[in-house]
Nanobody, 126 residues
Framework: VQLQASGGGLVQAGGSLRVSCAVS????????MGWFRQAPGKEREFVAA????????SYASSVKGRFTISRDNAENTVYLEMNSLKPEDTAVYYC????????????????????WGQGTLVTVSS
C-alpha cells in the first residue's frame, strides 16, 4: 500500500487550500483514513479522520468548522479541504491508512495507522 500526498503550498491567512492523498496497492474502500500534521519543533497531531464509506468523520477542535475531510472510493483518494487558514495551520500534512478497522470506525490516534504518506507542506502567511 502506497500513499501519495499532494496539493500543499503557500497561501495567505484567510485563504483556502485542498490537499489530496492518492492510495494505491490495496483495498482503499475498506481503509479508515486520516490526516495528521506536524509543525516545526512540535509533535505530529491529529487533524481529521474518515470512515470507510465516508459516513463518519472526526476533527480536531482546532480545525473543526474550517476543514473538511472527504473521500472518493472510486478514485482511491482522500481529500482535506482547508478554509479560513491561519498561520498556526502551517505544517507538513500527512495522510494515513488504517487497514485493520471495521466499517464506521474513525481513527484519531497515530498508533493504529499502518501506512503513511510522505507529507505535503502547507505554509500560511500572515
Amino acid at each position: 500500500v502506497q500513499l501519495q500526498a499532494s496539493g500543499g503550498g503557500l497561501v495567505q491567512a484567510g485563504g483556502s487550500l485542498r490537499v489530496s492523498c492518492a492510495v494505491s496497492g490495496g483495498a482503499f474502500a475498506r481503509y479508515a483514513m486520516g490526516w495528521f500534521r506536524q509543525a516545526p519543533g512540535k509533535e505530529r497531531e491529529f487533524v481529521a479522520a474518515i470512515s470507510w464509506a465516508g459516513r463518519r468523520t472526526s476533527y480536531a477542535s482546532s480545525v473543526k468548522g474550517r476543514f473538511t475531510i472527504s473521500r472518493d472510493n472510486a478514485e482511491n483518494t482522500v481529500y482535506l479541504e482547508m478554509n479560513s487558514l491561519k498561520p498556526e495551520d502551517t505544517a507538513v500534512y500527512y495522510c494515513a491508512a488504517d487497514v485493520n478497522t471495521v466499517s464506521g470506525a474513525v481513527v484519531v490516534d497515530t498508533t493504529p495507522y499502518d501506512y503513511w504518506g510522505q507529507g505535503t507542506l502547507v505554509t500560511v502567511s500572515s
